[in-house]
């Protein structure tokens, strides 16, 4: 989780910081700024081709954009209550029973947050006391290492195996007294990893065991090839009370900037992450709370393409990958490809760079998915338009000529 570059700051107020920063420590001082969103920064400085940041560079449904100015229009423009307007709780408990096999009580168990992230930090902060420890495993989203820490927990990093399974021994013995919470992400962000009923059974059992809160990002729940399943933990026998479910529209229907998720959690954890949320944020975006509604009235055949068309561009973007000399797998789920970069001996840090300022195109250095290691990974993401994809994999070729 180290930068590339170093952040440019104002120099009238460089001596200032620095003689601040040296004397008052903070817990903003455990780690850096986000590597996702200054590959994103540098891409624009380059003109790269941006396929670092995951987010879609086409237009969100129809349907949405319709609702989001209608809400505006007929002026749900001031604040929501604070855990999330009614109606968007009652239409997310109705998707959770159908899709995630799961019941929600919508007025005591579902906060809509400010996307996943908040719902992630928040949930963190209702469960954890300083000290606790929470398990990680890695490769994982860059976030958690900075969650972790801001709400005053100990990271316990777990390898994943080669071929990004549960490695059970490790697991067992990452488990202590002080573990308190382990951080799930399934369809994994960034190595592709749809964990299977088995593995979160495995998981389920040493939570149970070890009196430990699952706390699960499924913002890729829709995101599956080849007839994998989405199943969610806290469906697990004995699991539901101790599991908090994080989910988000930012994915599923392609509105990353309006910042709307949720988490999921029995009355006595959502009352904590309730009061962590309305002090945060007081609330999601209300107008958009509103057309997130609309979202989740779409017919199941919008689920089925929207998992097609990905089908179709990670074959764009793999066969480009393997064309250029990279080592990859096509992922079972989510929007990425984490390849191995060995055969460009470069570190990948440097290689990320190089990519954007000689072949113009931006994708994430392995080791922000890492707490120590991941500098032979990039990570791609294939959240774009077709002509976006061909244009990164006609860059790419360059690189069998340097
Ligand atoms: C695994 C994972 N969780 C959370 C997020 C952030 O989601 P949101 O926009 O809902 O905050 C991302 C974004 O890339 C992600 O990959």
Redesign the pocket.
Known sequence: MKPAAPIPVQSAKTHCSERFFSTHPSRADNFTESVIREMTRLSLQYNAVNLAQ?FPDFPCPTELKIAACDAVRDDFNQYAITWGEKGLREAVAGKVEKYNNMIFHPETEITVTC????A?MASMLAVIRPGDEVVVPEPF?E?YGPDTYISGAVPRFVPLADDFSINEEAWKSAFCRKTRAVIL?TPN?PTGKVFSKKELAFVAELCIDNDVIAIT?E??EHILYDGNLHISVGSLDGMQDRTITIG?F?KTYSV?GW?V?YALADCVITERIRKIHDFLTVGAPAPLQHACITALMLPDSYYQNLAGEYDRKRKILFEGLKKAGFRCQLPEGAYYIFTDISEFGMTDTDFARFLIEKIGVAAVPGSSFYHHGGQSRLRFTFSKKDDTLHEACQRLEKLNHV
Do not use: H, K, L
């Open positions: 995951g996307g996943s992230t908040e992630m989203y976030n992400n962000n990002d913002i890729y988000s930012s990353t910042r998720g």
